[in-house]
């Protein structure tokens, strides 16, 4: 891409110098806190995960795009995890809120924010736009706006990988509202029936569309549900990026050898349901990049999370970094 092309968002030098929450009193401290460089790694694709959503959120408030755009800030951690425990035969299934997962996996904005513009040089040549966005290339075979369709999918993936004796596992992405619908629990029964090389992950963000669990229906104990067909259930929670990427990559193996896993992961829905955020003037969500990277200054956020164990000055410079990369910007 031509880097004279892209407009690194217009934002006042202070904010630019500022997009990290790190009010933290040393931040002489030396610059080198100990990262390894692969978890370095990862909280640097969180931080670009952000960035870029915040870049898309901004563009959603202009009224840019055409059509219905599902941001996801406050699922980076959970995303960049998955992406990097991914193995190149492993295969990943998508729901209509995939923009993390598919920005992890594909490493560049540009394609997407083309699609999402329905534009013949998007990431799917303006077909899919961005609530059916795969892109095998990136291991996201499949993705469906229809609730619940994508689970039975994976599973036929996970069947084929298992009757050719290929190799990799499937991952599903579902979100709470999802798992209401019967085919979560047909696939429940069906890939422990055939011991697929199945992941499932519910992002749970106790929200479905304007409603909470508690306006909508009764509770459900994924736990007690999973283990009543005898399927391991992990539950994460805390969003930090180097804990999940662990606990991905130790359960890994077992699925691969035919254990089904069920993962319920907690993140807090910090945009609109779809659309921009704000997305009306009386809107109490507030999302800028002029208040900087970080959006709420608890665990609910993977920024905060990593403001909170990375030398402030390491973290402006990975940051800083991340806005001078070449695509990172918008194009004009
Ligand atoms: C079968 C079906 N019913 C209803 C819808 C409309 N719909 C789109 S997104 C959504 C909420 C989904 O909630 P959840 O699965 O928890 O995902 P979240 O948006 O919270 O990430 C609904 C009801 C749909 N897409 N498909
Ligand atoms: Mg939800």
């Not at 055409?66 to 992406?83: K, L």
């Not at 083309?114 to 990431?123: D, K, T, Y």
């Not at 905060?304 to 410079?317: Q, S, V």
């Amino acid at each position: 891409m031509d880097p004279s092309k892209v407009e690194k968002l217009n934002l006042p030098s202070k904010t630019k110098n500022n997009l990290l929450n790190t009010p933290r009193s040393n931040t002489e401290q030396a610059v080198n806190s100990g990262l390894t460089t692969f978890e370095s790694q990862l909280a640097r694709e969180v931080l670009r995960l952000r960035y870029w959503q915040h870049l898309i959120n901004e563009r959603l408030k202009e009224g840019e795009f055409n059509i219905p755009i599902h941001v996801a800030i406050g699922n980076e951690a959970i995303a960049v995890a998955v992406s990097n425990m991914m193995e190149p035969d492993d295969q990943l299934v998508l729901s209509h809120r995939n923009m993390a997962y598919n920005l992890a996996r594909c490493g560049s904005l540009e394609p997407i924010y083309r699609e999402f513009l329905l534009s013949p040089a998007g990431a799917a040549q303006g077909q899919l736009g961005s609530m059916n966005l795969a892109n095998s290339e990136w291991g996201t075979v499949y993705t469906s706006s229809i609730l619940g369709n994508n689970v039975p999918v994976a599973c036929g993936l996970a069947l084929g990988k298992q009757t050719n004796n290929e190799s990799g596992v499937v991952i599903v992405l579902m979100g709470d509202g999802s798992i209401e619908e019967g085919t979560f629990y047909e696939s429940l029964v069906f890939s422990k029936t055939f011991a697929l090389p199945l992941v499932m992950i519910i992002e749970n963000n106790d929200q479905s569309m304007s409603s909470t669990i508690a306006q909508r229906r009764s509770p459900i104990s994924l736990g007690d549900m999973c283990s009543s067909v005898d399927i391991p259930y992990i539950e994460l929670k805390g969003n930090n990026v180097w804990d999940y990427y662990d606990a991905l990559r130790l359960m890994r193996p077992g699925v691969a050898r035919g254990t089904p896993v069920c993962i319920e992961v907690h993140v807090k829905a910090m945009n609109n349901h779809a659309g921009p955020t704000p997305g009306w003037p009386t809107d109490p969500l507030e999302l800028s990049l002029d208040n900087g990277l970080g959006v709420e200054r608890t665990s609910n956020d993977p920024v905060f999370e990593l403001e909170e164990r990375i030398d402030p000055a390491e973290l402006a410079e990975i940051t800083s970094q991340i806005m001078a990369e070449e695509g990172t910007g918008l194009p004009v």
